[in-house]
């Protein structure tokens, strides 16, 4: 993986993004201004897909401990390693980091969703942020992710991380980083179906 600009100016330190935060935002930039520069909660806990992914991260943790997808060329792994990066001011938990034969490491996330015969977008953005930070602890290249679609038969789908890939993510981390540290209120999402049932639709201007 090439290596993202960083993020080193002295304003942003101590700030980081999460890949959860990005779904949000991506959802609607303005789910960011409301959490993170009002600090108002969506009490995202009472959603019945959160509770269940939970559920499922837990359930795979128990029954996975030991097992290894030798097909994707696994020599060892490691579960739910929490990792934060001042270099590219990203923070989470890494589900899976994978050993691979070549001597390479690769993030492995449980999404409790169904493969719809192509990658989110927002799925392919969370596993470069997993990537960057496997990459900037370990020190170690990481060429690509993969993606486990729990409600699929544990389909697994590989994404490589390409260069547009790691451009966006920088472009999504720097926007993300303006509503955070100058209080930026950004346009909301251009998609008005997501504001019917929107947990901020009653404050959001």
């Not at 960083?6 to 700030?15: A, I, L």
């Not at 609607?28 to 201004?33: L, S, T, V």
């Not at 909660?41 to 290894?68: A, F, T």
Request: net charge positive; hydrophobic share 30%.
């Amino acid at each position: 993986m090439k290596s993202l600009q960083s993020f080193s100016e002295e304003k942003n330190s101590g700030v980081f993004v999460a890949p959860s935060e990005v779904m949000e935002y991506l959802y609607c930039p303005r789910f960011i201004y409301f959490m993170k520069c009002l600090n108002i909660p969506q009490h995202e806990e009472q959603r019945y897909k959160v509770i269940k992914g939970r559920q499922v991260h837990e359930w795979k943790k128990k029954i996975n401990k030991e097992y290894l997808r030798k097909k994707l060329g696994v020599v060892k792994k490691e579960l739910d390693v929490y990792m934060s990066s001042e270099k590219y001011h990203i923070k989470g938990v890494v589900d899976e980091i994978l050993y691979l034969e070549d001597d390479t490491l690769a993030p492995l996330d449980y999404k409790f969703a169904e493969y719809k015969k192509f990658l989110y977008r927002t799925h392919r953005i969370q596993s470069v942020m997993y990537g960057l930070l496997i990459m900037d602890s370990y020190k170690k290249r990481v060429d690509k992710g993969y993606i486990c679609y729990t409600r699929s038969n544990d389909y697994i789908k590989e994404t490589q991380f390409r260069e547009k890939t790691i451009s966006e993510v920088n472009r999504i981390i720097n926007e993300m980083m303006e509503i955070v540290q100058i209080g930026h209120y950004p346009k909301k999402t251009k998609y008005k179906i997501r504001c019917i049932d929107c947990c901020y639709r009653n404050i959001c201007i």
